[in-house]
Structures are given as C-alpha cells and as structure tokens.
C-alpha cells in the first residue's frame, strides 16, 4: 500500500502542500496555490529539483485540490491517491489537545471556534469538506497549531479581565505554532541527552514569531494569546502594545476598530518600524549599510524577544536549554547574538564561530557554560505527516 501523504494548509486565498513518502519519511512534492478566488490564481509546484506555474481557470477550493491531485498524480508521484490527507488547523479551541481524525463531529468543534479565527478556521474547513466531497474515501487528520498549548496552567492561560469572559466566551490565551514548538523541544532534548526532567525555551521566529516555556515536554506558558497578534514583535505584526492604544489612535486618528486591527496586524512589527520591509534579511542588510532605522527595529526586536524569554523562564523549574527555530531563528547569527547578549543574568553565552555556522553537527552554539543554546531546523509539515500517518 502507498505510504503517500499529502499535508496541506488551506488559508483564506491560498492552499500550500507537500507530498511526503513516509516509508523514508521524505518530501516529494511542494507547492502553492495562490491568489485563489481571483482572476490570476496559480498553482506552483516543486518536485526533483524542477519548478512549475500553471495558471487556474477555476480556482475554488475543490477544483484547487483536484488539480494537486492530478497534477502530483500526472508527474508520477502518486500511483493511488494518499494514504491519508494532513490538515494543519489554526485554532482548536479548548476542544483539541491533540490531532484527531476528522469526523462531521470536529468539523463542528472547528467551527465553533470560528470567532476565535474568523480567517483561518473557514479555511481550513473547506479544505476539508472539498476533500470530503471529492475523495470519501481518503481520511483526513486535523492537527492544531494550539492544541500542544492546551496543558498550559490556568494561572498562564487567563488574562486579567472579568472572569465571565472567559466562561461565556472562551476569552483566554490560546498559543500558535503549537507543532513547531512541540517539535523542535523535543528534537532538542532528545540531541542534547536532557533525560525526561528538562525545563526548555523555544523560539520560533518566522514571518510570525513566538516562544514557548517546556516542562518536561509539555508547555506551560507561551507568548501569542487569543490570537496570534500578542508576544513578540513580528514581521507585520506589533506583538504586545498597551491595550489603551485602541482608544488612543481612535480618539486622535478617528480611526475604527478594523483599521486599527490592520494596523496592528499588517503594518506594524518590523515593516512598520523599519518602513522598509518585514523580511529579516532586507533588514539585516540594511542595517549593516547603516540604515539607523532598520538597526533601530533590530534591537527591539532582539530586545523583546530577549524580555519574553525572561519572563517565560518563570514557568520553568530550571532553564537547560534555549532553542532557535524558523527562517530568522535557524539563519540569523545576528539575531540570535543580539538576543543572548540580552540574556547574560541567565549564564547564557554562544561560542561566535559555531553562530556564524548555524550550530555545531547537533545545531549547538553555546559556549561553555551555562544553559545550553541551539538551533533545530523546524519541519512543520513532516510532523502534521507522522501525526495523520500514526492515525489511520
Ligand atoms: P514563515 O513564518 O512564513 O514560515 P519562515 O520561517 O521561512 O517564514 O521565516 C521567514 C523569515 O526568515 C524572513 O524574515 C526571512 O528574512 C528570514 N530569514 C531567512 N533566511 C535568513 C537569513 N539567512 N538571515 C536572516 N533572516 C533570514
């Protein structure tokens, strides 16, 4: 039987995937599917070293996902369809703490939890009904981007506000990039010999960036909230700001709940104080060119990232490990010397020529002493992959 699966990632506009031959556990296929409900909507596709574009006449969700299909089918990939098809979800709610099989039962618990999401859970639910529709057959697993944060303690996960909030509305801290976090703690503990007793910190830095606190593999506390917006300062996105700036920019600007939610969202964090861009490495160069601003953005951005992990060292009964992961996480040694300069009361310390290689055969570029600091290649979509191969 085909050990084929395919893991896929349906957003409001676009569906990325990746085709993963699990009897050698490698990824055979990727792509995107963009611009999707438009008039332009393409679908790339990456296989053996080739690159294809071909353009969609029909791109709804179903006709999007039948032409993966047959075009990963047409190129020889797949000689049946998957074994199974790996959803990544945004928001489980506090229905999920683990991926399940997708039954009519959790699609409505994800719709449910559609105010908590209203972009992404849509998305990820017609992905899943267009594969219901077109392929019966094949079973789906839904694997969550909070449900790895499902065991923080109630004393990490309420915010201060009325209690009822939280009852009548599920108003809490949720956390995001739950299998990035789950993943590379463990791949940490695991290369460093921690043993079953370890307190870990992880930083997934991306487009999206948040860090997490892991007791002895689960986590206790993380920086994104009800929505990934709260924590650190991201690419678009401003992280945490006083909660009274809303009220502020409306009674100065004039400016409405959504524009400010924009703002926030989509034109804030290192774009917004750059004024340049959001992709680390526009910044890192400007930066080295000595454009003061995207300097500037560097050393917030370091700087609050450094904060949290001191505030996230809290949860931990020790602190044995800090653990570098996404595009800047696994790439920028200026990110990650910047960040631990910041962090000196922790004993923490790198050794400069194992940065600059990205870690030693293990990803290791601590110094000496002290806890020890690494950097782990997240791998996201393999993981949504083992998690709906060890379901059906
Ligand atoms: P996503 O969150 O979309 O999956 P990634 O994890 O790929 O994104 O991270 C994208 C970020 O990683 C961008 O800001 C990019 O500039 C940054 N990045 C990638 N390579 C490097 C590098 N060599 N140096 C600094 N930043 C890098």
Redesign the pocket.
């Known amino acids: 039987m085909s050990q084929n699966i395919l893991v896929i990632n349906s957003g409001s506009s676009s569906i990325k995937f990746s085709l993963f031959d699990m009897t050698s556990e490698t990824e055979q296929a990727s792509g995107l599917a963009e611009r999707l409900g438009g008039d332009d909507a393409s679908l790339t596709l990456k296989y053996s070293g080739q690159k294809t574009t071909l353009d969609l006449a029909q791109s709804d969700y179903r006709s999007t996902l039948s032409v993966i299909i047959d075009k990963l089918t047409e190129i020889g990939l797949l000689e049946t369809l998957p074994m199974a098809i790996g959803h990544r979800v945004v928001h489980g709610g506090e229905y999920f703490s683990d991926p399940v099989v997708v039954s009519t039962d959790v699609m409505d618990k994800i719709r449910k939890v559609i105010p908590l999401a209203p972009l992404h859970n849509p998305a990820n639910l017609a992905g899943m009904e267009a594969i219901a529709e077109l392929y019966p057959d094949i079973p789906q697993v839904a694997v969550f981007d909070t449900a790895f944060h499902q065991t923080l303690p109630a004393k990490a996960f309420l915010y201060g506000v009325p209690y009822e909030l939280y009852e009548e509305l599920a108003v809490r801290r949720y956390g995001f990039h739950g299998i990035s976090h789950q993943y590379v703690a463990s791949e940490a503990a695991r290369r460093l010999n921690l043993g079953d007793q370890h307190g870990i910190i992880t930083a997934h830095?991306?487009?999206?960036c948040s860090a997490a606190a892991v007791v002895n593999g689960h986590s206790v506390d993380t920086t994104m909230g009800l929505t990934p917006l709260e924590g650190l300062v991201m690419?678009t996105r401003s992280g945490d700001v006083d909660p009274n700036l809303h009220q502020f920019l409306h009674a100065q600007k004039g400016w409405d709940i959504d524009q400010i939610t924009n703002l926030l969202n989509k034109e804030s964090g290192m774009l917004g104080l750059t004024g340049l861009s959001?992709?680390?490495?526009?910044i890192?160069q400007a930066a080295n060119e000595g454009n003061e601003r995207a300097q500037l953005a560097l050393d917030v951005f370091c700087f609050r990232l450094a904060r949290q992990i001191g505030a996230l060292a809290a949860s931990l009964p020790q602190l044995d490990a800090l653990v570098f992961t996404?595009?800047?996480g696994?790439?920028?040694r200026?990110?990650r010397a910047m960040v631990i300069d910041n962090l000196k009361v922790f004993g923490l310390s790198l050794n400069g020529e194992l940065n600059a290689d990205n870690g030693d055969e293990h990803g290791v570029i601590s110094g000496e002493n002290g806890p020890k600091v690494i950097v782990v290649n997240t791998k996201e979509e393999l993981m949504i992959a083992k998690e709906a191969l060890a379901l059906v």
């Not at 959001?278 to 526009?282: C, I, S, V, Y």
Request: without cysteine.
């Open positions: 830095l991306g487009n999206g690419g959001n992709d680390m490495r526009t890192e996404g595009g800047i696994e790439n920028s200026t990110v």
